[in-house]
């Protein structure tokens, strides 16, 4: 059964449909953002009847209600709703009708399109087009209801004809272009036109098919076109504290800041975060529609509720009072602006949390503050809400939801900071992580960020880099610029070409400019020593320490100096951490010991692996071992977590690790993870954390696994397959079981 029907309709009718309201507009797309050349190539397109492409609307249905782009008297209910042909549609009738447009800055425009009929010429007017009597200035004129055709032509003749001979091919000419011009509105577009009975899932499917240029229409565009239809109010409020925060006020109070410019679609989910404690929008829309699951159709008085919830949450996300406090938690955490911040998800992550403490749970402002720096560090410097953000959210806000108390909330967050910072995390993870040439890498700007919560100065020099990292101030060079400890040039001499290897981040540390300048491509043990011939011993030590310098690090070779600034910034960034927390204990209950999981054996949240890849009878290598491995891990990522130890066997004896072969336990763990990349994914890499420990004068491998932040499978072959636990032993489920499970843990 087809879901549309084609018709051909002039852009007369679409421009009298609009009028009349029964085209509406849903606005799922972006407000009107053609430029004027745009409006000018599809007239001219028109005009030389070209294909201008085809308009796609959707039924709306009886109870449907939408924005209409007309004015006028109108029907209440649109018939059409615009899905795609937004910009061209407001184009047409912008300037057909002699209409003022919108443009996402919320000023008003008239779009003037001035045309030339010799030439056949269409232009965007401008001063120049307005003094030159070869043209029509503005072609609006030409469909005004007034509009005289024969005084018209004769008038732009005779104008034309002051200042040049016209033959009389060309007056024909001009008539006949102007007629041709006037005709337009008799241009037939191709319309498609989707059935009501089609979903908004579809919707969205079929515009991404067919426009593959345009903006794909995500939750947040129809939870924004619900707004429009029940809470016009609710939806300009967020779209003018978007249009607030983009640029400094005049000494009036407004939501300016130098972390984020929020769209207004972030400031939604701020909204549906608190209102509804939703972070997956996609289940947002049908709340608010007041949808019954059971029978598809919308209560009125549900969804009167939860726009009522929405309406009192809206309140607290755009006070601005709430706003700058919680933002102040962010400097106190040793950020200072937008070039410090990776992920803005982040940040509006941690304002609901703010929200949801200083609100829900009456916690003192400096208290919610504190701890929201605290769990924005450690947000931001694990790109905690970079992979699957709504479902990690989802998660967090499910993890505080129903607590007793304001301290129980607290202690949640710290809880959350806890298991993620763990000893593992400083020393291994954060390291490896700084091994990167990302010039934005979160664990770069964590560093920065812990340089200016420790008050450290920049290197060779007595300012503090907290006081000069102001990112109001806007210089023709930067205060602070990013020096290379091993400067290019000198690498490149040593036979260094990759740019990737030069520019790691631990090749870098902040310098005043001149410095900069200074030391161009010198050795560092030419540029080093008169630069700390200007600085006291204790300076030098400062400074050292701050800025993860090994000693004698410039007489180091290249590659081992790297290695050995990653594990000295990690614990830069650890310090940091401590000043912030004022050093409190963080673990939330104190985890078991491997001996102690050892000792309890095997259980729902612990597993036994004699070995990685070796079949034991065999002594050769065996799929099935790295099944068996894989299934465990994948079974913790589909319930609450887990530990996996491999070299002990069934029984808690330990084995070790010689019967798998591998030359060194870096080669081990390097193929456990490139498993895991392969056969259930590189998303789950953060939630599996593997590291290696001495038992009984071997060594093991100990894997812990979080809960995961989405259903993982195990490739097997070219099948699928999909495990969880149950009591001690791993279970594979199929079919509606899966579906089941999924629905009912995700």
Same mark, same amino acid.
Request: net charge neutral.
């Given at each position: 059964?087809?879901?549309?029907?084609?018709?051909?309709?002039?852009?007369?009718?679409?421009?009298?449909?609009?009028?009349? &309201?029964?085209?509406?507009?849903?606005?799922?797309? *972006?407000? %009107?953002?053609?430029?004027?050349?745009?409006?000018?190539?599809?007239?001219?397109? $028109?005009?030389?009847?070209?294909?201008?492409?085809?308009? @796609?609307?959707?039924?709306?249905?009886?109870?449907?209600?939408?924005?209409?782009?007309?004015?006028?008297?109108?029907?209440?209910?649109?018939?059409?709703?615009?899905?795609?042909?937004?910009?061209?549609?407001?184009?047409?009738?912008?300037?057909? /009708?002699?209409?003022?447009? @919108?443009?996402?800055?919320?000023?008003?425009?008239?779009?003037?399109?001035?045309?030339?009929?010799?030439?056949?010429?269409?232009?965007?007017?401008?001063?120049?087009?307005?003094?030159?009597?070869?043209?029509?200035?503005?072609?609006?004129?030409?469909?005004?209801?007034?509009?005289?055709?024969?005084?018209?032509? /004769?008038?732009?003749?005779?104008?034309?004809?002051?200042?040049?001979?016209?033959?009389?091919?060309?007056?024909?000419?001009?008539?006949?272009?102007?007629?041709?011009?006037?005709?337009?509105?008799?241009?037939?577009?191709?319309?498609?036109?989707?059935?009501?009975?089609?979903?908004?899932?579809?919707?969205?499917?079929?515009?991404?098919?067919?426009?593959?240029?345009?903006?794909?229409?995500?939750?947040?565009?129809?939870?924004?076109?619900?707004?429009?239809?029940?809470?016009?109010?609710?939806?300009?409020?967020?779209?003018?504290?978007?249009?607030?925060?983009?640029?400094?006020?005049?000494?009036?109070?407004? +939501?300016?800041?130098?972390?984020?410019?929020?769209? +207004? !679609?972030?400031?939604?989910?701020?909204?549906?975060?608190?209102? =509804?404690?939703?972070?997956?929008?996609?289940?947002?829309?049908?709340?608010?529609?007041?949808?019954?699951?059971?029978? &598809?159709?919308?209560?009125?008085? /549900?969804?009167?509720?939860?726009?009522?919830?929405?309406?009192?949450?809206?309140? #607290?996300? $755009?006070?601005?009072?709430?706003?700058?406090?919680?933002? !102040?938690?962010?400097?106190?955490?040793?950020?200072?602006?937008?070039?410090?911040?990776?992920?803005?998800?982040?940040?509006?992550?941690?304002?609901?949390?703010?929200?949801?403490?200083?609100?829900?749970?009456?916690?003192?402002?400096?208290?919610?503050?504190?701890?929201?720096?605290?769990?924005?560090?450690?947000?931001?410097?694990?790109?905690?809400?970079?992979?699957?953000?709504?479902?990690?959210?989802?998660?967090?806000?499910? #993890?505080?939801?129903?607590?007793?108390? &304001?301290?129980?909330?607290?202690?949640?967050?710290?809880?959350?900071?806890?298991?993620?910072?763990?000893?593992?995390?400083?020393?291994?993870?954060?390291?490896?992580?700084?091994?990167?040439?990302?010039?934005?890498?979160?664990?770069?700007?964590?560093?920065?960020?812990?340089?200016?919560?420790? !008050?450290?100065?920049?290197?060779?020099?007595?300012?503090?880099?907290? #006081?000069?990292?102001?990112?109001?101030?806007?210089?023709?060079?930067?205060?602070?610029?990013?020096?290379? $400890?091993? +400067?290019?040039?000198?690498?490149?001499?040593?036979?260094?070409?990759?740019?990737?290897?030069?520019?790691?981040?631990?090749?870098?540390?902040?310098?005043?400019?001149?410095?900069?300048?200074?030391?161009?491509?010198?050795?560092?043990?030419?540029?080093?020593?008169?630069?700390?011939?200007?600085?006291?011993?204790?300076?030098?030590?400062?400074?050292?320490?701050?800025?993860?310098?090994?000693?004698?690090?410039?007489?180091?070779?290249?590659?081992?100096?790297?290695?050995?600034?990653?594990?000295?910034?990690?614990?830069?960034? *650890?310090?940091?951490?401590?000043?912030?927390?004022?050093?409190?204990?963080?673990?939330?209950?104190?985890?078991?010991?491997?001996?102690?999981?050892?000792?309890?054996?095997?259980?729902?949240?612990?597993?036994?692996?004699?070995?990685?890849?070796?079949?034991?009878?065999?002594?050769?290598?065996?799929?099935?071992?790295?099944?068996?491995?894989?299934?465990?891990? #994948?079974?913790?990522?589909?319930?609450?977590?887990?530990?996996?130890?491999?070299?002990?066997?069934?029984?808690?004896?330990?084995?070790?690790?010689?019967?798998?072969?591998?030359?060194?336990?870096?080669?081990?763990?390097?193929?456990?993870?490139?498993?895991?990349?392969?056969?259930?994914?590189?998303?789950?890499?953060?939630?599996?954390?593997?590291? %290696?420990?001495?038992?009984?004068?071997?060594?093991? =491998?100990?894997?812990?696994?979080?809960?995961?932040?989405?259903?993982?499978?195990?490739?097997?072959?070219?099948?699928? *397959?999909?495990?969880?636990? &149950?009591?001690?032993?791993?279970?594979? =489920?199929?079919?509606?079981?899966?579906?089941?499970?999924?629905?009912?843990?995700?």
């Amino acid at each position: 059964m087809a879901i549309f029907t084609t018709s051909t309709i002039p852009i007369l009718s679409l421009i009298e449909d609009i009028d009349m &309201g029964k085209i509406g507009l849903p606005e799922l797309q *972006r407000p %009107f953002v053609w430029p004027n050349v745009n409006v000018r190539d599809l007239f001219d397109s $028109l005009y030389r009847g070209y294909p201008a492409g085809f308009l @796609l609307f959707w039924k709306t249905g009886a109870e449907s209600a939408l924005k209409i782009i007309g004015t006028g008297h109108k029907q209440s209910v649109p018939e059409l709703a615009i899905v795609d042909g937004q910009q061209r549609l407001t184009s047409l009738y912008a300037v057909i /009708k002699g209409a003022e447009v @919108l443009r996402a800055n919320f000023k008003k425009e008239r779009i003037q399109i001035a045309f030339n009929p010799l030439s056949g010429r269409f232009d965007v007017a401008d001063a120049a087009i307005r003094k030159d009597r070869g043209y029509i200035p503005d072609i609006s004129a030409i469909w005004a209801s007034d509009f005289k055709a024969g005084a018209f032509r /004769k008038a732009f003749i005779s104008q034309l004809s002051e200042i040049r001979d016209l033959s009389d091919e060309e007056e024909a000419t001009i008539e006949d272009s102007i007629d041709h011009l006037r005709n337009l509105p008799n241009y037939n577009f191709v319309a498609l036109t989707l059935a009501s009975s089609v979903n908004e899932e579809t919707i969205a499917e079929v515009f991404v098919r067919i426009n593959g240029k345009g903006k794909a229409l995500n939750q947040a565009d129809f939870i924004m076109t619900l707004m429009s239809v029940f809470w016009d109010e609710g939806r300009f409020e967020l779209e003018e504290f978007a249009q607030k925060s983009v640029l400094p006020s005049d000494g009036q109070s407004s +939501p300016f800041n130098h972390f984020i410019k929020p769209s +207004p !679609d972030q400031m939604l989910r701020a909204t549906v975060g608190l209102a =509804l404690k939703r972070a997956r929008l996609e289940n947002v829309y049908s709340a608010l529609r007041g949808r019954d699951a059971a029978t &598809g159709l919308d209560n009125p008085e /549900k969804r009167d509720g939860q726009f009522a919830l929405m309406r009192e949450a809206q309140k #607290a996300v $755009l006070n601005l009072a709430n706003w700058h406090h919680f933002l !102040d938690g962010l400097k106190l955490a040793g950020y200072r602006g937008q070039k410090m911040i990776s992920s803005e998800t982040a940040i509006i992550y941690c304002y609901v949390l703010y929200l949801i403490g200083i609100r829900d749970y009456a916690i003192d402002r400096s208290d919610a503050r504190q701890a929201i720096a605290e769990y924005f560090f450690m947000s931001a410097m694990t790109g905690r809400y970079t992979n699957s953000p709504e479902t990690r959210f989802e998660a967090d806000l499910a #993890a505080v939801r129903d607590l007793t108390s &304001g301290q129980a909330f607290l202690a949640k967050l710290r809880e959350i900071c806890a298991t993620t910072l763990t000893n593992d995390y400083w020393e291994i993870t954060l390291p490896s992580q700084l091994a990167t040439s990302a010039a934005r890498s979160p664990s770069l700007f964590a560093y920065q960020a812990a340089l200016i919560k420790l !008050d450290a100065p920049a290197l060779f020099s007595p300012m503090k880099l907290a #006081a000069m990292v102001d990112p109001a101030i806007k210089g023709s060079k930067a205060a602070l610029e990013q020096h290379h $400890l091993f +400067p290019r040039g000198f690498l490149e001499d040593q036979g260094v070409k990759d740019l990737k290897r030069i520019n790691q981040i631990a090749n870098f540390a902040p310098v005043e400019w001149p410095a900069n300048i200074q030391i161009g491509k010198q050795s560092p043990s030419l540029y080093v020593p008169a630069l700390d011939a200007a600085q006291s011993q204790s300076e030098r030590d400062l400074a050292n320490r701050f800025h993860a310098l090994p000693s004698a690090w410039w007489e180091m070779p290249y590659e081992e100096f790297l290695v050995e600034r990653r594990k000295r910034m990690a614990l830069v960034v *650890r310090d940091a951490w401590k000043a912030l927390t004022g050093d409190k204990p963080l673990e939330p209950t104190t985890p078991p010991t491997v001996s102690e999981l050892i000792a309890s054996g095997e259980n729902g949240a612990v597993e036994f692996k004699s070995t990685l890849r070796t079949n034991l009878h065999t002594g050769q290598p065996d799929e099935k071992m790295h099944l068996s491995v894989l299934k465990t891990i #994948a079974a913790f990522l589909n319930a609450k977590g887990g530990s996996l130890l491999i070299g002990v066997d069934d029984n808690g004896q330990v084995l070790g690790l010689a019967a798998d072969g591998f030359p060194n336990e870096d080669k081990m763990g390097l193929h456990l993870v490139n498993l895991i990349k392969d056969r259930i994914g590189e998303l789950f890499m953060p939630y599996v954390h593997p590291h %290696f420990e001495e038992q009984e004068g071997t060594r093991i =491998l100990a894997v812990r696994c979080e809960q995961g932040p989405k259903p993982a499978f195990v490739k097997d072959g070219n099948v699928q *397959r999909f495990y969880v636990r &149950g009591g001690n032993a791993t279970t594979e =489920l199929s079919g509606n079981a899966v579906t089941d499970y999924v629905k009912h843990r995700f």
